[in-house]
């Protein structure tokens, strides 16, 4: 492409048909692909905590989870802010996931909403996080060590998140 311009007789690997015409969808850089993993991931995390928290009286256990909501944000603003300085944006969770985890949370906090009970979920998110992440970083094929960095935060909230999730148990 010149100058940066698509135009309508370009291709793309990836491009995508719709009606009325043909959207041009550039495959994106490891980079990209990455940082978006990093998002993706961070965001499930921030979602569920924000879906249980509301289920806990027990003012300790609300602290810790909030603690890695917090970690959470920052790791996403982070990817998001990399992700934006490379011409990208975050994609979301796909709404089935989000839906799916929702519901599964839903039905095992129905009978025992209790810290321990949360603790074992958020435990079990946060080991396909890691291990999601950590396929991920294996994979990446980019050079830009901001970039692994910013996936190995996320691997480590990932594993503290589970070692303070222990405690509850």
Known sequence: PSGGRTNAHETYP???TKAG?????????????LLNDVCR???????????VIKLTD???????LE?????????????DSMLQERGGKPEDVPAMSKMMSYVMSSMKTINDNSPSCIAEMMIQGSTMGVTKITKRINEYKGHDERVRDV??????TEQVNIEEMKKYL
Request: net charge negative.
């Open 14 to 16: 990836g491009a995508h």
């Open 21 to 33: 015409g043909v959207t041009m969808e550039k495959e994106k850089s490891p980079d990209q692909e």
């Open 41 to 51: 991931n961070a965001e499930m995390g921030r979602d569920s905590i924000m879906h």
């Open 58 to 64: 027990d003012p300790k256990f609300r602290r810790s």
């Open 67 to 79: 603690t890695q909501l917090s970690e959470y944000q920052k790791v996403y603003d982070s990817a």
């Open 151 to 156: 996936a190995n935060k996320l691997l480590h």
